[in-house]
């Protein structure tokens, strides 16, 4: 049992760091009721008021035990209910937020001379190297929905998506192909104008400091730039609103339509 709990700690199955806390609490509480259940104890040079007494004390503590475990994994599970039932929570946004840092990182990577690259590699130790190559066995199960590696002690369980084994190489090729035809390029300066305007708008809310208009942003957030054009002196979170919904709605998308159509799109085509 105690090689299953260690097993469990370094491999930390689950996605869900609840279920691998609520596992490894329930396995301790097994463990201490084996012990203290099983143990060998002399009957020959103990009395039978020191017995009982022993046996009463190993009971208390196996029941705070087992109580304990019990409290932990309900504490935990209605941490998880109460969070999945937010539409937007805190651990999400911290995601969000380290996700986005790891991109704006790799596109400094990118603009580092190849020399200064190379030296900065050679100063990663065996710890450092560990925690990147997790890092890229992440992104590709998570964002690219693929098998980092054939072998299946490497692969990990992907809901509603086909084995597909993440081919560097490939992948390689296709960012030159991407590279010469532009598209590289293009992507670029698209996904630079978005993070501008979301940049703006966040700093447009911040400075207005007033709470009928963070109402305005999250009653009528989506406005096109025809729609907006007709009214008068726009506050500067509207603007930024603006931009950042072109960058978000393609214009052949059912959104685009309905915003043709009626000037104003619905509350749900995006959220902040």
């Given at each position: 049992?105690?090689?299953?709990?260690?097993?469990?700690?370094?491999?930390?199955?689950?996605?869900?760091?609840?279920?691998?806390?609520?596992?490894?609490?329930?396995?301790?509480?097994?463990?201490?009721?084996?012990?203290?259940?099983?143990?060998?104890?002399?009957?020959?040079?103990?009395?039978s008021?020191?017995?009982?007494?022993?046996?009463?004390?190993?009971?208390?503590?196996?029941?705070?035990?087992?109580?304990?475990?019990?409290?932990?994994?309900?504490?935990?599970?209605?941490?998880?209910?109460?969070?999945?039932?937010?539409?937007?929570?805190?651990?999400?946004?911290?995601?969000?937020?380290?996700?986005?840092?790891?991109?704006?990182?790799?596109?400094?990577?990118?603009?580092?001379?190849?020399?200064?690259?190379?030296?900065?590699?050679?100063?990663?130790?065996d710890?450092?190297?560990?925690?990147?190559?997790?890092?890229?066995?992440?992104?590709?199960?998570?964002?690219?929905?693929?098998?980092?590696?054939?072998?299946?002690?490497?692969?990990?369980?992907?809901?509603?998506?086909?084995?597909?084994?993440?081919?560097?190489?490939?992948?390689?090729?296709?960012?030159?192909?991407?590279?010469?035809?532009?598209?590289?390029?293009?992507?670029?300066?698209?996904?630079?104008?978005l993070?501008?305007?979301?940049?703006?708008?966040?700093n447009?809310?911040?400075?207005?400091?007033?709470?009928?208009?963070?109402?305005?942003?999250?009653?009528?957030?989506?406005?096109?730039?025809?729609?907006?054009?007709?009214?008068?002196?726009?506050?500067?979170?509207?603007?930024?609103?603006?931009?950042a919904?072109?960058?978000?709605?393609?214009?052949?998308?059912?959104?685009?339509?309905?915003?043709?159509?009626?000037?104003?799109?619905?509350?749900?085509?995006?959220?902040i």
């Amino acid at each position: 049992m105690l090689t299953m709990i260690l097993l469990v700690y370094s491999a930390w199955p689950a996605k869900c760091d609840s279920d691998n806390w609520i596992e490894v609490a329930f396995k301790l509480a097994l463990v201490i009721y084996m012990m203290l259940a099983t143990n060998f104890i002399d009957m020959a040079n103990i009395s039978s008021a020191e017995l009982d007494h022993m046996n009463e004390n190993f009971g208390y503590v196996i029941i705070v035990v087992i109580t304990s475990a019990i409290a932990c994994a309900l504490a935990l599970a209605i941490k998880h209910f109460v969070s999945s039932t937010r539409k937007i929570n805190n651990k999400q946004v911290r995601t969000a937020r380290a996700m986005w840092h790891l991109r704006d990182m790799s596109l400094a990577l990118l603009m580092m001379p190849e020399t200064e690259y190379a030296s900065h590699v050679s100063a990663i130790g065996d710890n450092d190297r560990e925690l990147v190559i997790n890092v890229n066995h992440i992104i590709n199960n998570v964002c690219f929905r693929q098998q980092s590696s054939p072998r299946w002690v490497q692969q990990r369980l992907i809901a509603e998506q086909e084995r597909e084994v993440w081919d560097h190489g490939q992948r390689v090729l296709d960012i030159f192909q991407q590279s010469r035809s532009g598209r590289l390029q293009d992507r670029l300066e698209q996904s630079m104008r978005l993070r501008k305007n979301v940049l703006e708008l966040a700093n447009a809310l911040c400075s207005s400091g007033s709470t009928s208009v963070r109402r305005s942003v999250d009653r009528d957030f989506v406005t096109t730039r025809e729609h907006a054009a007709a009214v008068e002196d726009q506050p500067p979170w509207l603007v930024a609103a603006q931009e950042a919904v072109e960058q978000v709605q393609p214009p052949g998308s059912v959104a685009a339509q309905e915003i043709q159509r009626s000037g104003r799109p619905r509350r749900s085509t995006i959220e902040i």
